[in-house]
């Protein structure tokens, strides 16, 4: 009777093992899957990272390159009223000569000129000597040409055409509002590219501003593959990405 109950007690300790041999089993797995998933988020996170950093080197490039035509518009406008003032009350300016009296001079040298050829062209002047004459007349002077200053009507054309472009920017729908892509399941890239292209058009988009949303935009296996491309190929205008696409997702494969 011992040995029967001692016999029982053994089995039920080799079941016991078992089953704590399968639990250690399960937690050690859903531990792999949870480190698995940790990682993943990891590198989604790093990935977006350089996406996002890539992006606003892209804008802050813009902006250096808008500060720069602004400078070169500025510029080009030549002095202003408040400029014109001080030369005129500063008696070290008045060796500049205004744009008027430039132009006047221009207009007495072209008739100096135009009389020099008469002269040149009636062979009954005595005093007709070519050679002399061209040394009086200094080339460079007489082929100058008078710079065109912009006007104040254009000047304001382009900031109201500025400040228009600002408003239509801030129309531009959120990107959570945009159409996705995932690369699987329906065929829809091409779909993708129209809306895209669309509101690149409507909104006049520079291209950094649809580049920057791509990694936004394509998901799943698209956004894998994206990523993939960017660290390969680094950045690209919209239209390069627009052929990648084609080449990518609009093979029979993924139809």
């Not at 009777?1 to 704590?20: A, E, G, N, S």
């Not at 400078?71 to 205004?98: I, L, W």
């Not at 472009?165 to 129209?194: C, M, V």
Request: glycine residues 4%; hydrophobic residues 30%.
């Amino acid at each position: 009777m011992f040995q029967l109950k001692t016999k029982y007690i053994q089995d039920d300790l080799v079941d016991l093992d078992m089953k704590l041999g399968e639990q250690i089993a399960a937690v050690q797995i859903d531990n792999s899957k949870s480190q698995e998933k940790n990682h993943a988020a990891l590198d989604s996170i790093h990935s977006t990272l350089k996406m996002e950093t890539g992006r606003m080197y892209a804008i802050q490039r813009e902006i250096r390159e808008e500060v720069k035509k602004m400078q070169e518009s500025h510029d080009r406008k030549g002095p202003n009223v408040h400029d014109a003032s001080k030369f005129a009350t500063n008696p070290s300016a008045n060796n500049f000569s205004s744009p008027m009296e430039e132009s006047q001079n221009q207009e007495k040298k072209g008739d100096s000129f135009s009389t020099f050829k008469d002269r040149k062209g009636n062979s009954t002047n005595p005093d007709c000597d070519s050679q002399t004459a061209l040394k009086e007349i200094n080339p460079s002077e007489t082929t100058k040409t008078h710079r065109v200053v912009p006007n104040d009507a254009d000047n304001q054309a382009i900031v109201d055409n500025s400040q228009e472009l600002g408003q239509l920017w801030k129309a531009i729908p959120r990107t959570a509002d945009w159409e996705t892509f995932s690369g699987k399941g329906e065929y829809n890239h091409n779909l993708f590219i129209k809306q895209v292209d669309m509101y690149a058009q409507d909104y006049m988009m520079k291209d950094y501003m649809i580049v920057s949303r791509l990694g936004i935009l394509l998901i799943k296996t698209a956004k894998n593959w994206y990523i993939h491309m960017r660290e390969t190929h680094g950045s690209n205008p919209w239209e390069w990405w627009k052929e990648q696409i084609h080449k990518k997702f609009g093979t029979t494969q993924w139809k």
